[in-house]
């Protein structure tokens, strides 16, 4: 038995013995021959030589002792339909699609872009692009126009796949307006759309250039389209960051390395087992769904549910009756998400019988200890916190079980992972900051490990210059975050490094003081930002959402409240950390994916010009700010 402290040793001391080792646990058409390849930094290349396919492994691979064992099960409380596929019959949708796919003149490296709902068709879609070698890019189906052309235009796709519509909440959203008008505002045309009619809203079909994908499908019934033998270093897929700092950026990944890292994680960090069924509640359109609804559990043999619809429809206990239904073993989620559980009636985390779930992993913010004990003792299984981002693709930190048994601490998502060399810098002077306790710039030493991006879509030099040089006289990766790490190695991430108030020359992250304010009973949620002041600096602003605002209707009862919230943070983190305000309101402006916009409520709180704010998910909060400050 291997402790995960020598686990880790060894990743580092030796990347090419530990990872020659991990890359057994897929199949390969020809072994690598290099395994890392990190004479150019910061450019990684993983198992070069290697010739191999992520569908390939992630069905093919499967037909011999599970063909007729679930692989997808689809369920949807928008149109209630629930559909559950084989490893064969996955197999079988798949070479339909790539059918489709060759038929329309997609080849190795062309790009596809797939702007979808949660439905089975954007599995298929995303497994024939890795299948015959195209590059997807797949775009979160809630953006809009404007968002979706941006991407177009940088993803230059020859082929995009979409749907007549999706639909949150029992609201049909219509995606073909979207799409025709996205394609008319990008420079890029691509040559063909196919779309896939729900029978949710009437699409107009541009003759010529739109296809059916049912019409497809019937002419390629038998298809028989065997895997493209990828380079480890070819381009699986494209997919742009969450654009919670700013513009968001195209990560590429590669094929090789993904795989391996992949199904290492799903043994050492999820300890998924084949035959058992994973639930992941994200969405194809972010990292977490590329990685963990679609190719990590099918790698590893796994059904994966892919769920569209609302957690809290028809009510807070949808997800716990899917995992009575299907056995699920493994659960990842979001603390958003767990927030919004929060506030529906806590009986529904006991109706159902979930003695199958061994634990709940949580990733893409922070978990406020609140929220992790209530579900925790919910729940009554683990909850694992894990830290990553899109450009890292698996977690960079966690704890893992698979290798040696601990549990989290709340409020650190854990320790760094194998392969993964983090260190805390000083963030001017670069020195690293080995001490317990002392905050500072979150980096990872290179090389990169396998997964990891390889470089921004289309554009080294913004790769090199976004995230490898923000220390200086240092070719260290910046995660952007701030942080801390204890005495027992364990990790606290304090915000993002854009996100550091200075306080009168107190250095402090939002994170920390959020996590006080909502330690409050009737905080729901909280953003802290940090405002230019003449006097001090900067001085804290704190947005609460109250989980009853009921009481909350006159000046006095907002004073009330903000002064017990004052007297919190003095107690907790002294006074100089107490924001300069606590402001109430119904809704915190969010990305897409769930993440406070930090920068935007910053940028109105100063009177500045918010910037892209073209993942916003309701723009109507940012405006609730802009009212209160009036
Ligand atoms: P952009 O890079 O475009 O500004 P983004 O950083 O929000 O957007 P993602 O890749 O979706 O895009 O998110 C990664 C970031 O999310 C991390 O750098 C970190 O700030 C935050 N994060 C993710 N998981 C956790 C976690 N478990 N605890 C704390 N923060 C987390
Ligand atoms: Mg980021």
Known sequence: MTTFADFHRQSLADPQAFWA???????????????CDWSNPPFAHWFKGGTTNLCHNAVDRHLKDRADQPALIYVSTETNEERTYTFRELHTEVQRAAAMLRGLGVNKGDRVLIYMPMIAEAAFAMLACARIGAIHSVVFGGFASVSLASRIEDASPKLIISADAGSRGGKVVEYKPLLDEAIRLSSHKPESVIMVNRGLAPMSMLAGRDHSWRGLSEKHQDAQVPCEWMDATDISYTIYTSGTTGRPKGVQRDTGGYAVALAASMKHIFCGNPGETYFSTSDIGWVVGHSYIIYGPLLAGMATIMYEGLPIRPDGGIWWSLVEKYKVTVMFSAPTAVRVLKKQDPALLKKYDLSSLRALFLAGEPLDEPTGRWIAEGLGVPIIDNYWQTE?????????????????KFGSPGVPMYGYNVKILHESTGEELTEPGQKGVVVIEGPTPPGFMQTVWKDDARFVNTYWKSIPGKLVYSTFDWGIRDQDGYYYIL???????????????????????????????????????????????????????????????????????????????????????????????????????????????????????????????????????A
């Not at 080792?21 to 395994?35: C, G, H, M, S, Y």
């Not at 960079?396 to 290798?403: D, R």
């Open 495 to 629: 915000g993002r490094t854009d996100d550091v108030i200075n306080v009168a020359g107190h250095r402090l992250g939002t994170r920390e003081i959020e996590e006080s304010i909502s330690s409050h009973p009737n905080v729901a949620e909280v953003a802290v930002v940090g405002v230019a002041d003449q006097l001090k600096g900067q001085v804290a602003m704190a947005f609460v959402v109250a989980r009853d605002a009921s009481a909350l209707t006159d000046d006095a009862a907002r004073l009330k409240l903000e002064g017990a919230i004052f007297k919190l943070v003095d107690e907790q983190l002294g006074a100089v950390a107490r924001p300069a305000r606590v402001r109430f309101v119904t809704a915190l402006p969010k990305t897409r994916s769930g993440k406070l916009l930090r920068r935007a409520i910053q940028a109105v709180c100063e009177g500045r010009d918010p910037g892209d704010l073209t993942t916003i998910e309701d723009p109507t909060a940012l405006q609730q700010i802009r009212d209160l400050l």
């Open 392 to 408: 890292s693709g698996w977690p960079i930190l966690t704890i893992a079980n698979g290798v040696e048994k601990k549990s989290s």
């Open 21 to 35: 080792e991990q890359a057994k646990l897929i199949d390969w058409k020809t072994p690598p021959q290099q395994v």
